[in-house]
């Protein structure tokens, strides 16, 4: 009977402690907003997935816990995570049903400090979604967004480059660490908006990298973000990646989660985050490749009426 009583102690003990552990776990939620992009690009439904690996993966950041949702988040979870990252074709947010009140659940979570990413198209916000002067609580979360040609205020731009340099501007942040100048097929957004005053950036806002573009007549275009916020939330903007094969590209994928730890208020390691990425098939996404849409057919001409 002692013995039998002894093992229960030990048990019940063990289950506090694992529950104490998990109750320790930094949480990241993922947040896959809607895509209409070919396969191969974009595909934020895997991206979330391969950020998710990443996070919960990471070699020399323990204690971490994401999860990925495809819809607005319920309430336990936006009060659980540390930071809050979206992917998805411009600011998820705004294109789930209830915008307005998605909005005031993330100003809710941005009140209490809690942090901000957004990766690629995410970054971008319509004209519908801003005021003529282009405000939008984004651009005071993340420091910046990037502003679609619909925007009444400003036009940022897309196109993809097959040789994008991306080299690190403020080389002592912590999310600089590790990862070097890279170069890659893509499609960094350029002239985004960071605000009003000749979208000059605030003064909590750092620059992260910046890419010298277009080729024919470059100049430094600010392709990541970060800011520290009044509230002491973290945002962290990046423009990239379009392809999805990318996400091998180890740089860029460093660049990320350093920035995802970062947001998270957990140290960044000297040598920056270190993860073993997967076969990219492995989080499913339509394609890894780029499939381009087929040629849209020409309209049949119409016959000249009989003389």
């Known amino acids: 009977m002692q013995r039998i009583l002894l093992s229960l102690l030990f048990l019940g003990s063990f289950g506090i402690g694992q529950q104490a552990n998990a109750a320790e776990l930094t949480r990241i939620l993922i ?11 974009h595909e934020v439904a895997a991206g979330g997935r391969l950020m998710q690996h990443c996070a919960e993966h990471m070699e020399n950041v ?8 495809y819809e607005w988040p319920a309430q336990a979870l936006r009060d659980a995570a540390a930071t809050v990252v979206f992917i998805g074709d411009t600011f998820p947010a705004g294109r789930f049903p209830n915008p307005q009140q998605n909005l005031a659940d993330l100003e809710a979570m941005m009140k209490r400090g809690c942090g901000i990413v957004c990766v690629h198209y995410a970054t971008g916000l319509f004209g519908e979604d801003v005021t003529k002067e282009g405000d939008h609580p984004l651009l005071r979360w993340m420091g910046g967004y990037f502003a679609n040609r619909s925007c009444p205020h400003h036009e940022s731009f897309a196109k993809i480059f097959d040789a994008a340099t991306i080299t690190p501007a403020s080389p002592q942040h912590p999310i600089a660490r590790g990862w070097r100048e890279f170069t ?3 499609e960094p957004y350029t002239n985004n908006y960071f605000g009003k005053e000749d979208s000059k950036a605030a003064a909590n806002v750092t620059v992260l990298a910046t890419s010298m573009l277009p080729p024919n007549a470059p100049k430094s ?5 970060c800011i520290e916020r009044p509230d002491g939330g973290r945002g962290f ?8 094969k990318n996400w091998a590209n180890e740089d860029l994928r460093r660049f ?3 920035g995802i730890v970062w947001s998270a208020k957990l140290d960044v ?3 920056g985050v270190k993860t073993t990425l997967p076969d990219l098939k492995d989080f499913k996404p339509v394609s890894v490749e780029y499939v381009p849409p087929p ?13």
């Open 31 to 41: 947040v896959v907003g809607p895509t209409n992009h070919p396969p191969g690009s």
């Open 62 to 69: 323990p204690g971490v816990k994401a999860d990925v949702v």
């Open 184 to 186: 890659l097929k893509d």
């Open 221 to 225: 275009e600010r392709v990541a973000w």
């Open 237 to 244: 903007g990046i423009v990239m990646p379009h392809f999805y």
């Open 256 to 258: 990320i989660m350093n």
């Open 269 to 271: 390691p000297a040598e």
């Open 295 to 307: 040629p849209k057919a020409k309209p049949a001409a119409i016959p000249a009426p009989p003389k």
